[in-house]
């Protein structure tokens, strides 16, 4: 037959073994919280570091393709200006002022749309990994509902 002081020693010991256990759980899962953090931040790193990258190289691409047709319009318009010197009548050189200035405007339309796309894919390459990690913290928020 138990006592009540069996009973009361009882009841502290089952009291402290559910309190070492809570306690337990409680410390177990903020450490699984911290390393969960800790990997969400390492992957937003990642992303940031992919972005700058992309965008870089993005850069690079627009700074050549601009290099490239400021060289090829100088050339372009050297030869222009040669050709316009040789000009026998004042009705040749407005012909050939009028087809120099068309095929000049023809090729800035044609850099311009071409600009225009690499710049739109730099901008997704450049936003890609970003918009990943947010939709990734954004599923994993929702899953703690």
């Not at 256990?21 to 177990?28: L, M, R, Y």
């Not at 570091?49 to 050339?75: D, H, M, R």
Request: zero cysteines; charged letters at 25%; a negative charge.
């Amino acid at each position: 037959m138990e006592t009540g002081e069996d009973t009361i020693k009882n009841t502290v010991e089952r009291m402290s073994l559910a309190g070492n256990q809570a306690f337990k759980d409680s410390i177990e899962k903020t450490l699984g919280a911290l390393n969960e953090v800790n990997s969400l931040s390492k992957g937003n790193v990642e992303a940031v570091v992919e972005s700058l990258t992309a965008a870089t190289k993005g850069a690079e691409t627009i700074g050549a393709q601009t290099v490239a047709f400021a060289k090829k319009n100088w050339e372009e318009a050297l030869t222009a200006g040669k050709t316009l010197q040789g000009a026998k009548s004042v009705q040749e050189v407005i012909e050939l002022q009028s087809r120099y200035a068309k095929s000049s405007m023809e090729a800035y339309v044609a850099e311009m749309n071409q600009l225009t796309e690499t710049l739109s894919t730099s901008f997704k390459d450049t936003f890609k990994p970003i918009n990943a990690r947010v939709t990734a913290a954004v599923e994993k928020f929702q899953s703690y509902r």
